[in-house]
């Protein structure tokens, strides 16, 4: 059988060619030539899986190693007899640290503390949730909106869209990109709801570009109707738009999951269920080893004079500073994709050993545990 890969899917290379003949080729210049004769594809978001793609194929099955599957014409796949699948949370540990970074850079760099602000996180799955729970831990008070959870699992612990908006201080946008129906995101911020917001308040997107109206927020941030916006994924991406990157808090070039657990992890998801799709070896193949971070994997943290939200700020920094690929970004526009293809080793929390000096008490250690760092006792 064949298999077409995208050629910038990590540690993707000799999983499969023991058992299947294997084409690479750049998401974006996959195409229906190259697919007519494919058994299976694994792919990342930059391949539009349609009928212009597949018409004709020989293929049976998909697999994406993201969370996203907006690139995948699932009804159109499903009507043809294609399988598809993604890698739901492969990457939400790498979502939330990055939030996390640029939540502590917010509060450093506008003056606030997280005990004074109340972040409404818009999407409860699984990044949703870990984003609100590494705010609370941080000190922030959260609000929850996910409407089709709300429908399923009662409304208790979820308020409206309307209700975070008029009580939110920071937003963060969590969601799928859905252009239709009861729960659509497209343009889920337009000039309309960004009109509802007022100039105390941020939004941060690091969902899908188009959840976001790009034209409308440049305008509400040149006229000073929010106080600030961070964006992750941009409408258009890769060719973003310049001036509005120059309003932004910061901005970077849909790089929130790129941690190298948040990659392995997609892999071997997409490796195991081709293997289980055709029956083959791989399904039981994963990723076993990974490149250290480019940061020191083991630190110190002096707690003297310093609450345990304090303590967790740091750590979240030193294991990732947003403002390093802020400023890549605006460096070089141009370089959006090949920011991405070359982006360095960013681990996560749990790769992380630290040593908390002074910590009399033991809550620092607590709430780093709780993070997911591990203590160097």
């Not at 250690?365 to 760092?373: I, K, N, Q, S």
């Amino acid at each position: 059988m064949k298999v077409v890969c995208d050629s910038a899917i990590p540690f993707l290379k000799g999983a499969l060619e023991p058992y299947c003949e294997v084409s690479y080729a750049r998401g974006s210049e996959i195409c229906s030539e190259m697919v007519k004769d494919a058994d299976a594809l694994i792919v990342r978001t930059r391949t539009r899986c349609d009928s212009k793609l597949l018409e004709g194929s020989k293929v049976r099955f998909i697999a994406t190693a993201t969370i996203g599957y907006d690139h995948i014409d699932t009804k159109w796949c499903e009507s043809h007899g294609i399988r598809w699948t993604n890698a739901p949370g492969c990457n939400s540990w790498s979502v939330q640290q990055y939030i996390g970074s640029l939540l502590v850079t917010m509060s450093r760099t506008l003056g606030f503390s997280f005990r004074e602000k109340t972040v409404g996180v818009v999407g409860v799955g699984n990044v949703g949730s870990k984003v609100a729970r590494l705010a609370v831990l941080l000190g922030f008070r959260v609000l929850l909106c996910d409407p089709p959870r709300a429908r399923k699992e009662g409304s208790g612990q979820f308020v409206s869209l309307d209700e975070i908006i008029s009580r939110s201080d920071i937003i963060t946008l969590h969601v799928p990109l859905i252009r239709d129906g009861e729960d659509a995101t497209f343009h889920m911020f337009d000039d309309s709801r960004l009109a509802s917001m007022n100039q105390n308040q941020i939004l941060i997107n690091s969902s899908r570009g188009e959840v976001v109206d790009g034209a409308a927020l440049k305008n509400a941030l040149a006229q000073k109707k929010i106080l600030a916006a961070s964006l992750d994924v941009w409408e258009n991406e890769p060719q973003i738009d310049p001036k509005l990157l120059s309003l932004l808090f910061t901005g970077t070039p849909h790089i929130a999951g790129y941690s190298v657990d948040g990659k392995a992890t997609g892999t071997t998801m997409s490796v195991q269920a081709l293997g289980k799709f055709f029956d083959l070896p791989c399904r039981d193949w994963e990723v076993t080893e990974v490149p250290q971070s480019i940061q020191p994997s083991e630190f110190s943290i002096n707690t003297a004079g310093k609450t345990p939200q304090e303590v967790l700020a740091d750590a979240i920094l030193h294991t990732y500073d947003i403002r390093t690929d802020d400023a890549a970004l605006r460096a070089s526009v141009a370089t959006f994709e090949k920011q991405r293809s070359d982006y360095p080793v960013r681990r996560e929390f749990p790769a992380f050993s630290v040593k908390l000096e002074n910590d009399d008490t033991g809550r620092s250690t607590v709430f780093l545990r709780e993070a997911g760092f591990y203590i160097n006792d």
